[in-house]
């Protein structure tokens, strides 16, 4: 494992992370994923969010996946 002085390096962690997810929905991909990098990086709960409507000024970003526990302000 690479590592910086004596702290392995989360961002290895990543790389062939596209393995993992490629055959299922986006939902299941998002969900996974939000979970694998909570763990990579020893985390509690992580949070996947992306911005709705696009189109208009007052977008507003949605959680669209998570693990763990998030506040209800999250959502």
Known sequence: MSAIGDVENPLFNFQG??????????????????????????????????????????SHMRVCASYGLLPSVAY
């Open 17 to 58: 992370i596209s393995n993992y997810l490629e055959n299922k929905s986006l939902d299941e991909k998002l969900l996974q994923l939000a979970e694998m990098t909570a763990k990579i990086l020893s985390a509690e709960n992580c949070s996947i969010m992306l911005f709705g409507n696009t189109e208009s000024e007052n």
